[in-house]
């Protein structure tokens, strides 16, 4: 077991209802006698116990780290600091973007445990999207999200010494790092115990790419910036599973991943789960054709998200630059100010180049690798899940090692229309 | 001022008597009486004391910090951490590199004093450059610092929990880091009051590049891989005031600047001073032509050290890769070994392209920057100075604006003869 503190010990609903109610704000907030306060387990993530609580006046959500990865088990220890770097994220990403993420009433070290805002009718984003349900905010919020949190944690915004005590304070984050060092830059690309795809149909696919020399330098790559490229503070995990939201609002929550990472990736996490629910659709729809204006508004959406992101990114670098990389002394007059126009056009095209690599290791990692998306999943057909898996992967691939081939949002969606339209060959 | 924590106070040398003395391993090394021992205030370098300290039975060097920079006084203040980060460094560097950097016998941080092995006969190389000194070990000796510090402080040797932890420990080096960010990657390039420059001779240059958008948006672009590449441990200020040697023994030595950065600001900081060294020979010989075999032995040992690193970094890849980055289970039977082979051309390629990069900046700094090398302060004549200077100026903007003509060593030496034999126009 890993670092396992005094006085750190799993609650169940009734310690927990002890537990808040010695806690003056949150219990005034339930309201009534915490006999009359229902309590739910209802996590259905990997790692954690999550409980909701309501009570007479109104509820709360309950987040407690497990010493080991709830999926596995006790084999697979996990250290609760996660819970730590959890609370330091969402506290960040709460003063950069206000009610993008639940506000946090209570955090206690001791218990790896953080009582937040209980957000309802909100449901997790992925499940919308298989229901074919139409989000018209959320790449406007999500796009604020991203620019907020990325912009304003950057060396365009910090000094060197407030961005690398940022980097000091979350370098401990090691072990959720290794999940994603793991499972989506290496595990997918080798022989691996815990991988898996849908058998027969995939084996030609995950065979080929475990063979691809030119997929495996290009991951690897991204893996090399993934370890050495502190650009801003991630939340490490940005997929529509961790997205709570409403037709009315979005919420991002789990940022327990973060890190000081490359901004590319929580870009590119968001944009491949959009591709991927965009191929899951043929599996999820009534009849060929049904869900076309839900394929539409999913690709209008997958480039609105890059598009804001960087309309706003670009607008705070004009507005708020008061960090170190690009000094304005360096760039005053008319000649100067045009100069660093156009630099800021070129590093937002590096970044969308990186953004294309992230997203394309994010598809593929959920296709061979552990961890899989209930967008595909929940497609019982495995042909027709197979079908949809290899659109992913044969659009991923050209993505992660022909980036400079997608050069804008648009390129990716012409693509995807195209292999949407693809029968692709199966094994078995 | 800064952390002057309590117990701290500078050292006069009745004072460094008294307390070597009761450094017992260290008073036998010396040998005798406190009294018989001889102690010398050394330090002519910016920032520090530095204390020869000789007895009957032998020497040692103490370095204490000073809570200001040496140079200006205490009204600018830096903290006297930085022992604490040169002590980690160079405990690093001496497992890796054994007796390529001075021995440690004592280090204090309560007074931000290392003692160590005192070098004799060593000198300082810029002297014995200056002087027209060849070394002929050198090359082979500071590639292998460079290979074996950058190459086992990388992802490609660590895991990424251990580099992870190594990034933390450095990640409060901010006030050393800052000062390399202004110096080096800010000033020369704006109106700065610490600039300085022979005057008037290169008033036209120094006009030019603070107008120079091309060359502004190059040294961003460097500053900001600076500020965020945390690729491996780097020495931080490796010149050639930072090596002591002899025919044949060579030390690298004041690794205060030590952190997590990119790997070409070393590599190019060791190779921008053989530049500037080689053209300042027009300066230091007795009639035209007098140092044409040492302009060779700089050239020769210019592609020396770049061909000598390259060689044993990817010697130390193909037998010591225990990293993270790239795992050899991606790249497993003929061709995938084939494919990582060609794959470490292509990053030395990039890691060379950086080295171009920060070379330059590293040019350009001694030149119109705050802190000048006395390979050029040294020559009376200023025309003749200036003349020198203009030449490594008018290289260094090349190679960082268009370091893509720069594909190897060879091509910069190539540049370097044909600007040595140019009569640059001057102002005033």
């Known amino acids: 077991m890993t670092d396992l503190p005094a006085g750190y010990r799993a609650l169940d609903a009734k310690a927990l209802a002890n537990y808040l109610a010695e806690l003056k704000p949150v219990a005034l907030r339930l309201g009534g006698s915490p006999q009359s306060w229902s309590i739910e387990e209802v996590g259905d993530g990997n790692l954690n116990l999550v409980f909701k609580v309501h009570g007479p006046a109104g509820g709360v959500i309950v987040k407690q780290a497990l010493p080991y990865v709830r999926l596995v088990g006790e084999a697979w220890p996990l250290p609760l600091s996660r819970a730590h770097y959890e609370h330091m994220a969402l506290s ?30 909100h449901i997790i984003m992925r499940r919308g999207m298989i229901a074919g349900t139409v989000y018209p905010k959320f790449a406007d919020e999500i ?64 065979e080929r790419f475990r063979g691809d020399g030119d997929l495996k330098v290009a991951i690897s790559r991204l893996k090399l910036k993934f370890l050495s490229s502190a650009e801003a503070m991630l939340h490490g995990d940005l997929h529509t599973g961790s997205v709570m ?48 204006s839900y394929r539409e508004w999913i690709l209008e959406t997958f480039t609105s998200i890059w598009e804001g992101f960087a309309a706003k990114f670009l607008a705070l670098w004009e507005t708020q630059a008061k960090g170190d990389a690009y000094p304005s002394d360096l760039f005053q007059g008319p000649l100067g100010v045009a100069r660093l126009a156009g630099e800021r056009q070129a590093y937002m095209q590096r970044l969308w180049a990186d953004t294309v690599g992230f997203a394309a290791a994010k598809m593929i990692r959920r296709i061979l690798g552990l961890a899989h998306n209930i967008d595909l999943e929940w497609i019982k057909d495995a042909d027709m899940r197979a079908r949809c898996e290899a659109r992913v992967l044969t659009l991923a691939r050209d993505m992660m090692v022909n980036s400079g081939d997608y050069p804008t949002p648009q390129s990716i969606v012409a693509a995807a229309r195209h292999f949407d339209q693809w029968q692709p060959p199966l094994g078995g």
Chains 1, 2 share one sequence.
């Open 92 to 121: 960040g990403q709460r003063r950069l973007t206000g009610a993008l993420v639940p506000e946090i009433y209570h955090y206690d070290e001791r218990l790896a445990l953080i009582v937040m805002e209980l957000l309802e009718p």
């Open 143 to 206: 796009s604020t999200f991203l620019a907020e949190t990325l912009f304003h944690t950057s060396d365009l915004a910090l000094t060197a010494d407030v961005k690398k005590a940022m980097i000091g304070a979350f370098s401990g984050n090691t072990a959720l790092c290794k999940i994603t060092e793991d499972l989506i830059f290496t595990d997918p690309y080798r022989i691996a115990k815990l991988n898996r795809w849908t058998r027969p149909q995939l084996d030609p696919y995950a």
């Open 245 to 292: 939201l409403t037709a009315e609002d979005t919420r991002v929550i789990d940022p327990e991943f973060a890190f000081m990472g490359p901004m590319g990736f929580d870009i590119g996490a968001v944009l491949a789960n959009f591709l991927i629910s965009f191929f899951s659709q043929a599996g999820h729809e009534e009849g060929p054709g049904a869900r076309d």
